[in-house]
């Protein structure tokens, strides 16, 4: 898999402060004190490295998140066949501007925000924080700042290879949880076999996912120098493995490459 390496952007020095807790794998932690979670630069992730020029002379205009949720309604997820949530498996239909999920056609059950369930969002399969908190728009300004300030966050941001539709509540529940194995149990969202641990800041998506998840994964980082911690890599070259691409991945794959001429060749390679 060719990496895209060249030119270093140079990210903000690590902030010290008085910490409650030690660092994860990820250079974040629970400050106690604060009450509050939040990261740091830490040994455990290096700086990421990448060429934006040689990003750009593989894609077309569709710069913008905006775009990028206006193209996959209209070109990639077009038919009613392939209007499926993508966590929990209902079907959708538009509603006026509206996405609408059917709980009835997958067993969803609110937990807690009805409203918020109520919609189609587009997520992040690698949310934006993951992409952006360690670069130094997002230590000025956050989210927007990236979206403002910084040509690659933006790149990364609009890349429909990283975004799905997904139910409201769960994408939002979700947040920038990372994905691990918390066990068989289910039943939080009905018969939708996706589990939250708010406590460990963790998600167990459904098995069916979970190749696709690794593949959105392993494809972010290889394209935009992310890192992944070594539990990580293992965790989804497993899934990857026990999940293996099925067509409408890879029907999914070649509208996408279309639109954005680009591929996921995780994907793209095993159809």
Known sequence: MRSILAATLFLMPALVFAHGGGLNAEGCHNDRKRGEYHCHRSANVPTPSVETASLKSDRNSITTFSQ??????????????????????????????????????????????????????????????????????????????????????????????NLVPAIGELNGDRSNYRFTELGDSFGQYGNVEFKVDFKQRAVQPPANRKGDIARTYLYMADTYGLSLSRAQKRLFEAWNWQD????????????????????????????
Request: hydrophobic share 30%.
């Open 244 to 271: 293996p691409v099925d067509l409408w991945e890879c029907e999914r794959e070649r509208r996408i490459k279309e639109v954005q001429s680009n591929s996921n060749t995780f994907v793209s390679e095993n159809c």
């Open 68 to 161: 990028a949720k206006r193209v996959l309604s209209s070109a990639v997820y077009r038919e009613p066949a392939d209007q499926v949530a993508f966590y929990s498996g209902c079907a959708y239909h538009r509603q006026g501007k509206k996405l609408v999920p059917d709980w009835t056609t997958c067993g969803y059950k609110p937990r807690k925000n009805a409203n918020r369930g109520s919609r189609i969002e587009w997520e992040h399969v690698v949310p934006a924080w993951v992409i952006g908190h360690q670069r130094q728009c997002w230590q000025t300004g956050g989210r927007k700042s990236c979206s403002r300030n910084d040509e690659l966050f933006r790149m990364a941001e609009a890349d429909m290879h």
